[in-house]
C-alpha cells in the first residue's frame, strides 16, 4: 500500500515537473500558482516580493500552490516539497539555497523545505512561521497568508544570520582570551626555572627496570545511550516541516 | 692556628696555585707552572697529613663541636659560629662559617683550604672537578636572558653582576632498588548502534604492574644554606666523570661540607624513586583509551650513599634594589634562576595575542562560510 502510494505520488511529481518546467526555463517563478487561488495582482506582487527578499538575503523564497487536481497526501506531502524543489531547478548560490512552501488545497495540508544555508533554520526558527502562515491563511485569506509567510521567513531568515554571527563573535572573543592568557603564561613560565624535581627518571640505567608481575582485570563498564538523529521520510537531505491549514 | 690550614702554592715560585677547568690542571698564573691534581698532592702529602692530624686533635679535644666559638671569641658577637684562622700567606686573620672548607684570602687573595673540614667521616667520597670557568658562567647568564620577552628590557641592560663564586656543594648520591607495586584504572571506549541509539561504552579495567627499577646516583644536596629547588634544577650530571676525593680541586672555589644527613636527604630521594616508578611502571600499560594511576606501594632499599662535591657556579646580581640568584652547573653548563617580568610587557604581549588570535579566527570563520 504504501509502495503504491509511493509510485503514484512520483508519477505526480514527474506529470507535474514536466509541465512547469518548460515554462520556468529561462527564470524560474518564485510564486506558482497551479489552483489559481489568487489574482494576477496578488501572484505578481508576491512574485515581486519574493524576488526582492532573495536578492536581499541571498536565499530564494519559493511558493507553490497546488490545486484540488493535483492531490498531495499529508504523509507525503514533504517529500513531493523536497523532490518539486530540485525539479524547478530553485536556489540561490552554490549551495542553491531557499525556502519552498508548498500548498495542497486538495487536503488542506502544506508542508516547507529549507535548503542550503537556509537550514540553520531547522531546529524550531519556522515553527512560529508557519503557524502564523495558517493562522493568517485562515483569517485573512490566501494573500495575506504567503505574504505573511514569505515576509516573516525571510526575518527569520535574517535573525538567524544574525545569530549565528553572535555566535561566532562570541566564540571568536572566548577562543582569542583563551589563546592571549595560555600564550602570556607560557611567556612567563619561560622566566622561571627553579623547580623542585619530582621525579628521578634520569637516574634509572638502562635495562635498570624489571617488570616482575602483570595484572589486566576487567571490572566494569558503563553506558551512554543517544537517541540517533531520525532522517524525516528517508530523504537523507530533507530539512523541513508540514502542517494543515 | 696556620697547622690547620692547607694552601697550595707553586713549587716553583710560591704563588697561589688555580684550578684551570679547560686543561684540568692546577696552573701558576705567575710563572706559568702547571701540574695535575696527583702531583700537587703527593707534594703536599706531608702538609695534608699535619693539618689534619691538628684538626683531629681539636676535634678529640672537643673544640670540633662548636669550633668556632672558641676560636672567634676574641670577634664578639660577629665571630659567633664562626672558624678563625690565619692565612698561612700573608697572616691575616680570617673568618669563615662553619660549613666552610674552603675559601680565598680576602686580603691576600690565596685560595685556604681547611683540610680538617674534610678529614675522616667527613671526607668526600668523590668530586666532579669544575670543567667550566668563570667567564663562561658570566657568558651563561647573558644567554640566560635572551628569548625571554617577558623579561623587562633594563634588567638585561642595567642588572650587574654583584658576585661571582664557584662553589663545590655538598651531595648525597644515593643507589636505590626500588620493588614498586602500582595500581591504575584504565579504560577502553567503543561506540556502537543499538536500535535507536547510539551507545557510548566505557569498560574499566584494573590494572597493576610490578617490577623492580634500579636508580643509579640520585642527588640531593646536603647543604642548608643551598635551595634544594636550585640544586634540583642543575641536574643533571655527568657522573662518569666523578672522581676521587681530593682538596687539589679546591683551589680558586669555594667549597662547603655537609650539615644534613643521609637520612633526612634520603626521604625526598625516595619519594622521587617512587614517583619515578609510577610512571616508568605506566609506561608499560598499552591499549587503553585513559590510565590513572590509583595507588602505589614501594619498598626502597639504598644500596650505596657515597658523598659527594659538585661544582656549581653562584651568581648574583642586582636591579631596582632587589637581589637575583643564579647557578649554573659548573659541569654541564646549565643556568638557572628565576628573571622578573615587565608588567607592560605583559599586558602588551596578552593584547597583541587577543587581537591577532581575534583577527586570525574571524577570518577562518569567515572562509568557513561563519559570518
Known sequence: ?245 | MPERVTNYQCPNCTAPLRWDPKSARLVCDWCGSSFTAGEVKDFYAAKDAAAEKKAEEERKAGAQENPGKEDARDWGAEGEGMQRFSCPSCGAEILVPPTTGATRCPYCGNPQIVPGQFAGTLKPDCIIPFKLEKKEAVKALKKHFKGKILLPKAFSSTAHIEEIQGVYVPFWLYDDTLDADCLYEATRMRTYISGEDQVKETRYYAVRRKGTLVFEGVPADASRKMDDAYMDSLEPYDWSALVPFSTAYFPGYVADIRDVSSDECGQRVHERCEASAVSVLRRDIGGYMTVRATGSRADIRSEKIRYALLPVWTLVTEWKGKKYLFMMNGQTGKMVGNLPASTGRTLGLFTGLFFISAAAIRLLLMLMGVQ
Open chain 1, 1 to 245: 500500500m504504501e509502495r503504491t502510494r509511493h509510485a503514484f505520488l512520483v508519477f505526480l511529481l514527474l506529470l507535474f515537473s514536466f509541465s512547469v518546467l518548460p515554462l520556468a526555463a529561462a527564470v524560474p517563478a518564485a510564486v506558482v500558482d497551479d489552483a489559481g487561488l489568487l489574482t494576477s495582482s496578488e501572484a505578481a506582487q508576491l512574485e515581486e516580493d519574493a524576488r526582492s527578499f532573495a536578492e536581499a538575503t541571498g536565499c530564494g523564497f519559493y511558493i507553490m500552490i497546488l490545486g484540488d487536481g493535483s492531490s498531495a497526501r499529508s504523509v507525503s506531502i514533504s517529500r513531493a516539497a523536497d523532490a518539486l524543489y530540485d525539479a524547478n531547478g530553485w536556489g540561490w548560490g552554490g549551495e542553491d539555497s531557499g525556502v519552498f512552501l508548498l500548498v495542497s488545497l486538495s487536503d488542506r495540508s502544506y508542508a516547507y523545505v529549507l535548503r542550503g544555508d537556509a537550514e540553520k533554520l531547522a531546529g524550531g526558527r519556522m515553527e512560529p512561521v508557519a503557524d502564523s502562515f495558517a493562522a493568517s491563511f485562515r483569517e485573512s485569506g490566501a494573500y495575506e497568508g504567503f505574504r505573511t509567510w514569505l515576509v516573516q521567513a525571510k526575518d527569520a531568515y535574517e535573525a538567524a544570520g544574525k545569530g549565528d554571527g553572535d555566535v561566532a563573535n562570541f566564540v571568536t572573543l572566548v577562543a582569542a582570551f583563551l589563546i592571549a592568557v595560555i600564550g602570556t603564561m607560557a611567556a612567563r613560565r619561560r622566566l622561571h626555572s627553579v623547580a623542585y624535581a619530582k621525579q628521578a627518571d634520569a637516574y634509572i640505567p638502562e635495562k635498570g627496570c624489571t617488570i616482575t608481575d602483570r595484572e589486566d582485570r576487567y571490572v566494569r563498564s558503563t553506558f551512554i545511550r543517544i537517541p540517533r538523529p531520525k532522517s524525516s521520510q528517508g530523504g537523507g537531505r530533507y530539512a523541513g516541516g508540514s502542517g494543515r491549514f
